[in-house]
């Protein structure tokens, strides 16, 4: 089975703090994403990558930067968090060929306080 | 870019009702509409797709309907079981090179006895 995993699952951190959510798949994916996930907002997306060394803006971007040094890890930074940042953030992984299922990690919740 | 409206934020069945959701899109080339489920504090779940070469896509319980003249799909559950209670959420995306899911905001599906 696919196997995505977020790290910290869990994670508190001060206003203008930098935060860095990592995430690592052995599915041997070219695509991952990240999403985060309020109330009333659904799922939204804020960085993807096609691939080691490739990231694109999503489309909410703003306030996050994206890392994907290697196939398998791809981080989401938080230079400078702010409490509206508070969230849960998904991250997603999936083979990126045409129309097919994507498979998600467990997710992490960040507070920022 | 592509935004997915899912109409109903709650749903309540009975055991053993039939539940709809509703999920509308506005890209005309999107190609490829997967549900995720997503239970209690747990992450999402690829539940079942359909793409944009068939109207009609059915299995065991689920069936997806997807009327692309009006750019409209849907999520009918038969049978509902308690396990059936979740949140799901619709999504689309068109192919290029892999782009990333749209979700809708989610519907919150009780099945009560």
């Known amino acids: 089975e696919a196997a995505v995993t977020q790290s910290p699952r869990n994670k508190v951190a001060v206003t203008g703090g930098k935060v860095t959510l990592s995430c690592n798949q052995t599915?041997?994916?070219?695509?991952m994403y990240w999403y985060r996930q309020d109330t009333g907002h659904g799922l939204r997306l804020i960085h993807y990558?096609?691939?080691?060394?490739?990231?694109e803006k999503g489309d909410i971007p703003d306030g996050y930067k994206a890392s994907r040094p290697s196939q398998e890890n791809f981080s989401l930074i938080l230079e400078l968090a702010t409490p509206s940042q508070t969230s849960v953030y998904f991250c997603?992984?999936?083979?990126?060929?045409?129309?097919?299922?994507?498979?998600f990690g467990k997710g992490t919740r960040l507070t920022v306080v | 870019g592509e935004k997915v409206e899912q109409h109903q934020s709650t749903l309540s069945v009975r055991e053993g009702d039939s539940a709809v959701i509703n999920c509308t899109y506005t890209?005309?080339?999107?190609?490829?509409f997967p549900w995720y489920k997503q239970e209690a504090g747990k992450s999402l779940h690829f539940v079942i797709d359909?793409?944009?070469?068939?109207d009609r896509k059915q299995s065991q319980r689920l069936t997806v309907l997807l009327d692309k003249k009006a750019k409209r799909f849907s999520l009918h559950i038969t049978a509902t079981q308690p396990e059936d209670s979740a949140i799901y959420f619709c999504?689309?995306?068109?192919?290029?090179?892999?782009?990333?899911?749209?979700f809708g905001t989610g519907t919150t599906v009780s099945v009560s006895p």
């Open positions: 990558s096609y691939g080691a060394g490739s990231t």
């Open positions: 999504a689309a995306s068109k192919y290029q090179g892999g782009r990333a899911l749209i």
């Open positions: 890209d005309t080339a999107s190609s490829y």
């Open positions: 997603a992984s999936g083979p990126g060929t045409a129309n097919t299922e994507v498979f």
């Open positions: 359909i793409r944009s070469n068939v």
């Open positions: 599915n041997n994916h070219n695509n």
